[in-house]
C-alpha cells in the first residue's frame, strides 16, 4: 500500500496508531478506564483532503470506505467542534481516503479526526498550536487527544494526560501491521475485561517499557477472535524484536530489525491467513 500524500496544502495524513503497551487499571464511574500506554505512530494511514465549499460535507473513497457513513462521523464532528471553538462559521468540502480497516485497534476514527483538526487549523488560518488541538480534542474520544500530536507519548487516565518521550529511538525499526479482517467492538473489548490491576508500566527505555509491559485487552480479544493466537504465534515465528495486539484490536504489530525482516513476515502472515491485510512502516 502506498503511504499517503504528505506535505500537501489540501490534504493531511491520519497516521496509524499503536500502543506498544496498555495497562488497564480500573474502570471509572463514567464508562471509561483509567489506563497507561505508550503510543507510537507509523509514518502512513488514512489522508484527509479538504477544498472550499459552503458548509461542512464530507465524501468518502478508499479501500474500506464501505458502510462509513458521511455524516455520522468523526471527521465531521472533528470539524464541527473546531468551527464552534473557533467562533468562526467557515466551510469546507472534505474527503476521507480509508485505507486503514475500520475498527482495528490502530486509530481509525480518532487519527481521521485529529487530521481533520491539523488541517482544518491549517486551511481555516486559525494558528492553534498542536497543544491546544489537543485540548479541543478531547471530547471527541479517549484516542484523539494522542492522535493530533501523533508523536510518540505515555498517557494515562484515560489516555488524555499525555507526555512526550522526546528521542524515543524507535526509528531503527520497520513495523508490520498484520490484521485478520475481523472487526471487534472497542466496548465490547472493554466490557471483557477481567477488572484485574495488574500494575503500571515500568521505569526503563521506551523499549524495556514496551517489551516488560502487556497489552491488558489482549486476553478479552483472543477469547473473542480466537484466530488472533495464530496471528500471534505466526508473527512470533518469524522472530521480531517484540508483537503484540493493538489498543483491542484486532489488528497485531511486530517490530523487525530491518525492511527485509518485516517484508519476510508480512509474506508469511498473508500465505497463511487468507484475506488478512498487512500494511509496513516506520515509526515518526
Known sequence: MAGPVLGAADSEAAYAKINLALHVRKRLPNGYHELETIFAFLDRGDVVSVQPGKGLNLKIGGPFANGLSCTDNLVIDAARRLAEVSGIAAGARLHLDKRLPVASGIGGGSADAAATLRLLNRFWGLDHSLDRLAE???????????CVLSETCSGAGIG????AIPDAGLGRYSVLLVNPMVPVSTAD??????????????????????????????????AMVPMLTVLLRLLEDCEPVMARMSGSGATCFALFETLAEAQKAQDHCLQAMDGAWAMIGSFR
Open 189 to 222: 473489548i472493554f466490557a471483557a475485561w477481567d477488572g484485574l490491576d495488574r500494575g503500571g508500566l515500568v521505569a526503563g527505555d521506551i523499549l524495556s517499557i514496551a517489551e516488560n509491559g502487556r497489552n491488558d485487552l489482549q486476553a478479552p480479544a483472543v
Open 160 to 163: 488524555q494526560d499525555l507526555t
Open 136 to 146: 479541543i480534542a478531547r471530547p471527541l474520544g479517549a484516542d484523539v487527544p494522542a
